[in-house]
């Protein structure tokens, strides 16, 4: 696993300057990510995941979201509220495609909120088993 933390300062204009520290923890199963503003003052805190306008993006009746791509595919959970918009994917300048954002719903700064995202394949291609060959 990989476990990494770090600042942003997105809105230091905004009154109460609010900092973002997010932690992550990494799992091949899962990753794990807390967000912690500090600061601020009342503004609305939403994390946001855009997704690839290849990527079909479901909503289940418990608030969690599964994300698929090919053989990828995730389960993204959190104990804050989750809701899916349309969104602009622009991968080059002067390119918009119409793609889906997951986003979480905080609350008002300063607060702090989790998101997980499960591994739901259970042998992804991505692993490969080598086996030794024989010299000649």
């Known amino acids: 696993g990989l476990v990494a ?3 942003f300062e997105p809105a230091a204009k905004l009154r109460g300057r609010p900092l973002l520290r997010r932690l992550l923890r990494s799992t091949p199963e899962a990753l794990r990510i807390e967000d912690r503003v500090i600061g601020g003052a009342g503004q609305e805190v939403r994390a946001q995941i ?3 306008p290849g990527a079909r993006v479901r909503q289940a009746a418990d608030g969690s979201v599964t ?3 090919g053989s990828v595919a995730i389960r993204i959970e959190s104990a804050q509220p989750i809701s ?3 969104a602009r994917w622009q991968p080059d300048a002067g390119l918009e495609v119409a793609t889906r954002r997951i986003v979480v719903h905080y609350g008002t ?3 702090s909120g989790t998101i997980r995202m499960q591994n739901l394949v259970a042998h992804p ?3 490969l088993t080598l086996t030794a060959a024989p010299s000649h």
């Open 109 to 111: 700064a300063p607060c």
């Open 5 to 7: 933390e770090g600042t």
């Open 125 to 127: 291609t991505e692993l």
């Open 67 to 69: 994300l698929r791509r």
């Open 50 to 52: 855009l997704c690839h």
């Open 84 to 86: 899916i918009e349309d």
